[in-house]
């Protein structure tokens, strides 16, 4: 837009535990704005996770939380051309951004495993992405190895 930025829209916190990171990661869970059916995706999935760590004196919410912190990437690499050639120049992102991609990795990854319903899924990469181990948190090591490799573009930052 040339003449201003859009206005950040207000996003309301859940019913259940009262987090708008919940309602963020419902609403890109969500599909064809069934916003409930998403909503009992993400409880259902919690309770699995907390049926399966039972012997941890962990809280669902919170282990779902330190996933998406362990799934977080801190930089990324963007093509930047420079005479001919093009370069993948590391980045730092931005800290809405991040969350956003960590986000869409937990989601884009949980419907890719394999498992019966969704719910069930989304707790296995959930249960995952808390070990440290799983697709998304694998993407994320990638991102960091591909900056990591192209650091001698670091100066080509725009």
């Known amino acids: 837009m040339r003449k201003s ?6 996003i ?4 259940k535990f ?3 990171l919940v309602t963020r990661f419902v609403n890109d869970l969500m599909r064809d704005g069934k916003k409930s059916v998403a909503y ?5 999935a919690l ?4 049926k399966r ?7 669902p919410l919170d282990v779902w939380k330190k996933a998406l912190e362990n ?3 801190n930089v990324e690499v963007k093509s930047r051309r420079v005479g001919g050639a093009t370069f993948q120049v590391p980045m730092e992102i931005r800290p809405d951004r991040k969350v956003a991609i960590s986000i869409k990795n937990l989601i884009l ?4 495993r394999s498992g019966k319903s969704m719910a069930e899924k989304l707790a296995g990469e959930i249960q995952s992405a808390f070990n440290e181990e799983g697709g998304a948190f694998k993407k994320k090591e990638d991102t960091h190895r591909m900056a990591e490799a192209n650091r001698a573009f670091a100066h080509f930052r725009f």
């Open 47 to 50: 309770d699995i996770v907390e």
């Open 5 to 10: 930025k859009p206005k950040k829209r207000i």
């Open 71 to 73: 799934i977080t990437p």
């Open 40 to 44: 009992g995706i993400f409880y259902d």
């Open 53 to 59: 760590m039972k012997d941890s004196e962990v809280a």
């Open 109 to 112: 990854f949980a419907r890719k």
């Open 12 to 15: 309301l916190p859940d019913p």
């Open 18 to 20: 009262s987090d708008v």
